[in-house]
């Protein structure tokens, strides 16, 4: 059974809010009529996606533009696949080298672009939010430009679309891709299949706690989509477990927080390359010294 869920944020989430249900599986009708701040949201959810499944995905949108969630209270609708619905309004996107796109799209990509096949599911990471673009075309940059990938990191992987993105640029490369949080890896795995990238390795780690990633290091590139906080608790092990001459990409922060990530990450004797703004969401490249 699906349910809906009526609920109000702020206008500045409402992206972010959109990719988060969309990733679960659900859609979302926001009335902007009037410009109200907030914004009334219709959701609607497919009967796997708990309430406190919904408030774990919004949580953290809630302390970073500083709202209050609310109670969680989803009403139940009559049976119709609201989910196969909500994907037919997912149109193609492109980022970089990358078409991604879900199996409702029947079209072949344009000349010159990589398909990358991701549904909107349990897990982040459907390639239609700015952070994830940002990645994309920092990636793609970083092929264009010549450099050599063989050992790379997908933190905090969600559905695998950067980890797929970096073995289609670098197929001779070994790709780990890590999450905390279990039924991402799943994602991860089945979406490498359906991918044709076999190569890549999936695994839960809290962060680089996990043996089997502590071993895989270093790295020569780490990608990194989450959100600033953890970024900048993580900095010091980013430089620890990056390669010297390695590459990092870091996304998941707002504009406003860039200035404290990329400090963050100069005290642990990294350099800022570049600093590129989507919207409101900022990606950065940055190279630990040889």
Not at 208 to 226: T, V
Not at 275 to 286: A, M, P, V
Request: charged share 15%; glycine share 8%; net charge negative.
């Amino acid at each position: 059974m699906t349910s809906l869920l009526r609920l109000a944020l702020p206008r500045a989430a409402l992206p972010a809010a959109e990719e988060a249900i969309l990733d679960l599986g659900g859609a979302l009708w926001a009335d902007t009529k009037g410009n109200p701040d907030p914004v009334p949201l219709e959701i609607t959810l497919p009967d796997a996606v708990t309430a406190e499944r919904l408030a774990a995905a919004l949580v953290p949108l809630a302390e970073v533009f500083g709202f209050t969630l609310p109670a969680l209270a989803p009403e139940a609708l009559p049976e119709r696949d609201w989910v196969a619905e909500s994907q037919r309004n997912l149109p193609p996107q492109t980022a970089g080298r990358f078409w991604v796109h879900g199996s409702h799209v029947t079209a072949a990509p344009p000349p010159g672009l990589t398909p990358l096949l991701v549904e909107a599911s349990i897990a982040f990471g459907t390639g239609r939010h700015e952070t994830t673009k940002g990645c994309l075309e920092a990636l793609t940059a970083l092929a264009d430009g010549g450099i050599s990938v063989r050992n790379a990191l997908d933190l905090g992987c969600g559905s695998g679309v950067l980890a797929m993105a970096i073995a289609k640029l670098w197929p001779r490369a070994f790709v780990l891709a890590a999450d905390n949080d279990e039924p991402s890896v799943g994602v991860t795995r089945e979406n490498a299949g359906l991918n044709g990238v076999p190569q890549i390795q999936a695994l839960v780690s809290e962060g680089y706690g996990a043996p089997r990633l502590k071993a895989a290091a270093p790295f020569d590139l780490i990608a990194a989509n989450i959100l600033a906080a953890p970024l900048i608790h993580l900095a010091p092990d980013l430089a620890r477990y990056l390669a010297k001459g390695g590459r990092a990409i870091l996304s998941g922060l707002l504009t406003t927080q860039a200035p404290e990530v990329i400090q963050a990450h100069l005290a642990q004797g990294l350099v800022l390359l570049e600093s590129r703004s989507y919207g409101e969401w900022d990606t950065l490249l940055l190279r630990k010294p040889v």
